[in-house]
């Protein structure tokens, strides 16, 4: 049972420890010290202890593995010797033997900085008072210390019984290890645990850890590419190292990885020697990651957020390296070593479950066509069969999915970790048209992104898509994107195939109906496949990725047409969102822009279908509503264009027709009353809207003018879009849009888009669309309400804007550490008649409202707003106008506009009001 770890020196053997000696050696002293002078000297050794380790780690670049069992080590001298000043100070009469022994991960002989200590004081029969009073003053003394224990005390009858009904009882006590007291208790309970597990078999063990490691990465990440990963519990971390340990250690009674190595191990050779020293690597680097979390923090932090990527990066030895930040150096090492670890258990623990419960049972088949592929059926599962030699033709290895995937069966365990040690000699078929063939059938086929990510985690992918390699375990260090790059792009996919299977009718109606309209479906999925394939090397992704899929395509199998569509939809993949989310889509040279470089309806559907593929992809609360809205307008609008349509006829004859609608929903209203209406707004107003807002217009305008109210204000929900209108109706002055910006901002709404318009009576009518911080719209009645008043005390000058947005909730610490340089770029080409003005910068309370109140006080008037956020980067494009209603092209005042914006988003609120002219 004495188990010092994975890949350890040998166990000590059972035998009392040394006494304590150096500045412990006074607490065997005859007659001992009192309890407050042990406690002093005690704090002190733990005091040096733990500062000398860290010392030692930081100064010689200890590995993690080597200073965890030199710190486990160094707190075994210091548990031995309080244990032996507990005893002396209680006595020896009337005292039950124990033993005292280390468990958990302190008991394999590894400990982190500041993990718990485990400890089990265990009897061949039930404690009497004294040794419970033993028990009790040497805990008691170890948590004034300050140490977290974590402890038992157990006959062994009672260990058994509680570990035959708990297998986390039964782990702990697997990790057990000899530390101090009656050896030959130690030994009795060693050997009666090892033949109740052999009396309770390895069924039992091996069904519940794989039960509890499914619940552990349900909670904490079920993909080892998360760009906050859990280093401890989450998929390909710590914990899952130590699952195969403990199966190993259960199965075969092996304290060390490299005992399964060779024909002669138990189990027959479980691994390979490069395996095993595969396995030392990850366990070693996951340590080392996991002091430097511990020391950076001052406390047992297992996740790596963001803030302390960076750091740790940084002490490990990662420094920018051609087109990669360090920190993105080091997080790729991360994801590459959870990989492995994924492949680790996929390899040992069918091995393990054969070695242990017996060979699997081959069934005959009549499936001559699976016979003839070189495959057969286990426990009703698909294999390769065991005479055929895949290194001679490794195209089996598509074909195993295939057969999966074909009959609806399940790949066996022994097939996926023959697939890792064989994924070598894929990258011989590179040029094979059949075994291209079969691999895009696999990518366009049913459910292929569980069988794309199935060849990725077992390494063919990248070895017969070498470009794909390029991306395996690239993270972007920003808040935005969820995974890692080949991960996202394995998302998309999958999101594909929902659409395809009609689970996405409700959430993305548009891209459902069109998917199946599509004409060039294989060139989509090649796409989706491909269309981040180039980042991290520098320069324009889309245009590398272009190039990239130029090459590949034929390759492949794809027609001529195809592959120029592939790489037509590579470079513009991001095309349709940037315009949706950045420009005014009322804009008539907006749509007719992005019509000019569409070109084709069916371009335009793949292209809708793509993004809405790599959004989806990005992260659970990047999708909403009200992007969704927004795509979908987009979509039609362009799409009218190319099919002939009038969706952008001359400006006076729209204007002229949605006046015409309005006064058609304003049917039953006095005409003097219709006509005083249709004569406030300008053309611009007009095209914003549709008939039913400007009825809702018309309404609001009336009440204001007959209450003679100085401001009105009016909210709706617009649950379809997910998002809350808001309508702001006062007199124009300066400073209107910021300090409604600023307003909203400290009612914790977000803008996601706005429209300002000064009607021809001289008063302003701003509408702002918001959302809440989950991307919802804002509902709640209370939160509407105390959003009106902070307008009005906003507008009035009651309320003082710069204090109370400081006042705001700021992001959380662990983002800080994310760098977003400010940008600003004036477009004077995106539009007709406004400049444009794209700004970039970190997202905060009150930004809005900084760079809006920049702008207007330049002199220049805001049109429209779009507001878009990616993580902490905020996105906010603005459609103005200089004071005389053109465009502003002179440059230095452009110059001016340029440096303004700069510099309120360097600031935060100052102590004046903005001033603005809408």
């Known amino acids: 049972m004495n188990n010092p770890g994975l890949g350890a020196a040998e166990a000590p053997t059972l035998t009392t420890a040394p006494h304590p000696h150096g500045e412990l050696a006074a607490l065997a002293a005859s007659p001992p010290p009192s309890r407050d002078m042990a406690l002093g000297l005690l704090r002190r050794h733990l005091g040096r202890l733990q500062g000398g380790m860290q010392a030692r780690f930081e100064s010689e670049k200890l590995a993690g ?12 001298g210091l548990i031995r010797a309080i244990h032996r000043y507990s005893l002396a100070m209680m006595g020896e009469d009337a005292r039950t033997p124990f033993a005292l022994a280390a468990t958990g991960g302190y008991g394999r002989g590894v400990l982190a900085p500041f993990s718990d ?95 509890e490691r499914g619940q552990r990465h349900a909670r904490y990440g079920d993909s080892p590419y998360l760009v906050e990963p859990h280093i401890k519990e989450g998929r390909g971390g710590l914990r899952d190292l130590q699952t195969m340990y403990w199966l190993v250690k259960y199965a075969f009674d092996v304290d060390k990885m490299w005992q399964i190595v060779g024909p002669e191990s138990p189990g027959g050779g479980l691994l390979t020697a490069q395996e095993a020293r595969a396995f030392r690597r990850a366990w070693s680097f996951l340590w080392t990651v996991r002091f430097h979390l511990h020391y950076v923090t001052g406390r047992a932090e297992e996740r790596l957020t963001f803030d302390l990527q960076p750091v740790v ?54 499936d001559k066509a699976l016979a003839a592929a070189g495959l057969t059926i286990a426990d009703g599962k698909v294999l390769f069969a065991p005479t055929f030699d895949i290194a001679a033709d490794p195209a089996v290895m598509f074909r195993l999915i295939q057969a999966v995937r074909d009959r609806g069966l399940e790949p066996h365990p022994l097939a996926l970790r023959a697939l890792i040690r064989n994924a070598r000699y894929i990258g011989r ?40 390699a390029r991306i395996v375990g690239l993270m972007q260090f920003d808040t935005y994107h969820v995974f890692t ?40 999925y090649v796409a989706v496949l491909l269309h981040d394939i180039a980042k991290g090397r520098g320069g324009d992704h889309s245009e590398l990725g272009a190039g990239i899929a130029q090459a590949l395509c034929p390759r492949l199998g794809l027609s001529p047409e195809e592959s120029e569509t592939v790489s037509w939809l590579v470079l513009n993949h991001l095309l349709v969102s940037q315009t949706a989310f950045k420009r005014d889509i009322d804009d008539p040279k907006t749509i007719l822009d992005l019509a000019e470089t569409v070109q084709s309806p069916e371009r335009l559907r793949l292209l809708l279908v793509l993004t809405v593929c790599d959004m989806r992809a990005v992260g659970p609360k990047v999708w909403n509503g009200w ?48 006509e005083r209406f249709l004569s406030l707004g300008y053309p611009g107003y007009w095209l914003s809207f549709d008939p039913e807002t400007h009825a809702r217009h018309a309404a609001l305008i009336r009440e204001a003018e007959c ?12 649950e379809a879009r997910a998002v809350t209108e808001v309508t702001v109706y006062a007199a124009d002055h300066p400073g209107l849009f910021s300090r409604i910006a600023g307003a909203l901002a400290i009612a914790g709404a977000s803008i996601v888009d706005a429209r300002i318009h000064t009607m021809t009576n001289g008063m302003a009518l701003d509408t702002f669309w918001v959302q809440d911080a989950a991307g919802g719209a804002l509902d709640a009645p209370h939160r509407l309400a105390r959003l009106s008043v902070l307008i009005e005390q906003a507008l009035s000058g009651r309320l003082r804007l710069a204090d109370e947005i400081r006042k705001v909730k700021r992001e959380p610490a662990r983002l800080r550490a994310v760098t977003i340089p400010p ?96």
Request: charged fraction near 25%.
């Open 627 to 674: 992007k969704a809205t927004l795509l979908r307008e987009l979509y039609w609008r362009v799409a009218e264009v190319l099919a002939g349509g009038l969706s952008v006829p001359e400006r006076d004859v729209r204007v002229a027709r949605a006046r015409e609608a309005a006064a058609a929903m304003l049917v039953g209203r006095p005409e003097k009353e219709v």
């Open 485 to 524: 790059v080949e991960e996202h792009t394995i998302e998309a996919i999958g999101v594909l195939n929902g659409l395809e299977k009609g689970e996405l009718d409700s959430v993305a109606p548009v891209a459902s109906e069109l998917v199946g309209q599509l004409q060039s479906r294989r060139a989509l």
């Open 117 to 211: 200590i485990d400890l089990l004081f265990v009897s061949d029969a039930p404690l009497d008072q004294a040794g419970r009073r033993t028990v009790e003053f040497m805990l008691y003394l170890l948590w004034d210390l300050g140490v977290k224990v974590g402890h038992a005390t157990r006959s062994i009858p009672e260990c058994l019984e509680d570990a035959r009904s708990d297998t986390t009882v039964q782990t702990a006590l697997l990790d057990s290890r000899f530390l101090d007291g009656d050896a030959g208790v130690f030994a009795h309970f060693d050997t009666a645990f090892a033949a109740a597990r052999k009396e309770w078999g390895m069924a039992q063990f091996l069904h519940a850890k794989q039960i």
């Open 313 to 366: 990066g940084a002490r490990m030895g990662y420094t920018r390296h051609g087109k990669q930040d360090g920190v993105e150096r080091f997080m790729k090492h991360l994801f590459l070593t959870a990989r492995e670890v994924v492949r680790l258990k996929r390899l040992l623990e069918p091995a393990i479950e054969r070695a242990a419960l017996g060979p699997p049972a081959l069934q005959a088949t009549p």
């Open 65 to 76: 593995l080597v200073a965890a069992r030199a710190l486990a080590g160094e707190m075994d």
């Open 429 to 468: 078929l590179r040029a094979t048209p059949a075994a291209n063939a079969l691999f895009l059938d696999i990518l366009t086929g049913k459910q292929s992104a569980r069988w794309i990510r199935a060849l990725n985690e077992a390494g063919v992918l990248s070895r017969f898509i070498p470009d794909w």
């Open 707 to 718: 209450t003679k109210a100085p401001l009105t204000v009016r909210t709706e929900v617009l």
């Open 823 to 918: 940008r600003v770029v004036i477009d004077n080409h995106a539009s007709n008649t406004h400049t444009v003005i794209e700004v970039n910068g970190r997202d905060r309370p009150g930004l809005l409202h900084d760079v809006t109140a920049a702008i207007s006080n330049q002199g220049v008037q805001i049109a429209s707003a779009h507001v878009t956020t990616y993580g902490v980067r905020a996105v906010d494009v603005f459609y103005v106008k200089d004071l005389f209603g053109l465009k502003v092209e002179n440059e230095r005042k452009l110059d001016g506009l340029r440096g303004a914006v700069l510099a309120a988003l360097g600031n935060g609120p100052g102590p004046g009001e903005p001033a603005r002219a809408a």
